[in-house]
């Protein structure tokens, strides 16, 4: 089964809202966790990465928060704009281990002006 | 644009055929890692690569691929004998070591007819 899971394949935010991302995993010994952004026929680029020993980080309109708990972790992005429109790539990983990633499917995001 | 650079863009091979696809780790990182993305699906780990030496792979890799790295400025990923399943895209990335923020290059399209 999927490891790491974003259950809404896509999002529709107006310009000047916030919108929230979702994913939700499985494994307990992730620490690490991340997320990308994704245009069409472009790789995927990071955006905003934690580590398990914090539950909320910061960096400019983005912020991701933590919840080890209940295994789900969320990207907001505040002051949403049309070119914040692109699928966002949630992903998690071991870093005691390889490093590897395991992603989800996606969240299709639009911001509508 | 990307520090991680792959080529090429994109490669047509017919069935049966070998197929080989390079990558250039952004300077500096010792820890380099191939994921191939089928349409609509999520990114699936393929390999990781520290300091040139293979050490994670799943047992498609084993089975079908062929994956070194020569250096650390030049990594490749071989398919032997292509199948229309291998169509998919392939997209390396690289850190500064596991467990640490990866980036990833422009992909390679692989295209089985």
């Known amino acids: 089964g999927q490891q790491v899971k974003q259950s809404s394949p896509s999002l529709t935010v107006q310009e000047g809202g916030i919108s929230i991302l979702n994913c939700d995993y499985e494994n307990d010994m992730f620490d690490y966790f991340a997320w990308y952004k994704k245009y069409p026929d472009n790789s995927p680029t990071l955006l905003i990465s934690v580590r398990s020993n914090v539950d909320k980080r910061e960096d400019g309109r983005l912020t991701v928060f933590l919840n080890k708990s209940g295994k789900h972790f969320s990207l907001h992005i505040t002051a949403s704009q049309p070119e914040d429109t692109a699928v966002y790539l949630c992903a998690a990983g071991i870093t005691g281990n390889t490093g590897k990633l395991i992603f989800g499917l996606g969240t299709t995001l639009q911001v509508q002006p | 644009d990307a520090a991680v650079t792959q080529k090429p863009r994109y490669l047509i091979k017919m069935k049966g055929q070998e197929a080989e696809m390079k990558c250039i780790p952004e300077?500096?990182?010792?820890?380099v890692f191939w994921y191939q993305q089928k349409q609509s699906k999520e990114l699936k780990f393929l390999i990781y690569f520290q300091n040139q030496q293979p050490l994670d792979q799943i047992d498609m890799v084993k089975e079908r691929f062929s994956a070194v790295c020569p250096s650390s400025s030049l990594c490749s990923l071989g398919i032997r004998t292509c199948e229309a399943e291998d169509s998919a895209l392939y997209l390396c990335s690289s850190s500064q070591s596991a467990g640490y923020e990866q980036y990833f290059g422009p992909g390679t399209r692989l295209t089985v007819l």
């Open positions: 300077k500096g990182h010792t820890a």
